[in-house]
């Protein structure tokens, strides 16, 4: 996933974006988990999405499709074991992080 600017909300575009993927899964995944998705919408019907749902879209990701998850398993996975998930993927994201400080350092010597 690419980073995204820290802003209060997002757009369906700005996340299809960031996942690259289509924003019509996005919008898939928010029908089937809409246990934990749930967007705003502006006047104009736009989905504004939060920080928590990104961080959701994020759980989803990282169970469907890095870990092969389908979607009732990784239905029951977020029921079940939703804390412990959230920590590995921040792990995860925090490892990427100094693997690519690293890489800058290497390359600067």
């Known amino acids: ?3 995204l600017p820290e802003k209060l909300y997002y757009r369906t575009n700005e996340l299809a974006k960031a996942f690259e993927v289509n924003a019509s899964l996005l919008r898939f995944w ?3 988990f809409g246990f934990l998705i749930k967007p ?3 006047a104009k019907g736009e989905r504004l999405y939060t920080k928590k749902d990104v961080e959701n879209f994020k ?3 990282h169970l469907v499709k890095e870990n092969g ?3 009732e398993g990784a239905k029951k996975k977020i029921k079940t074991r939703r804390q412990k998930i959230n920590k590995n993927i921040s792990i995860i994201e925090r490892l990427e ?3 690519a400080e690293l890489k800058q350092i ?3 010597l």
């Open 97 to 99: 992080k100094i693997k």
């Open 1 to 3: 996933m690419k980073n």
């Open 69 to 71: 998850y389908t979607l």
């Open 30 to 32: 928010e029908k089937e």
């Open 106 to 108: 290497r390359e600067q």
């Open 40 to 42: 705003k919408k502006n």
């Open 59 to 61: 759980l989803i990701y």
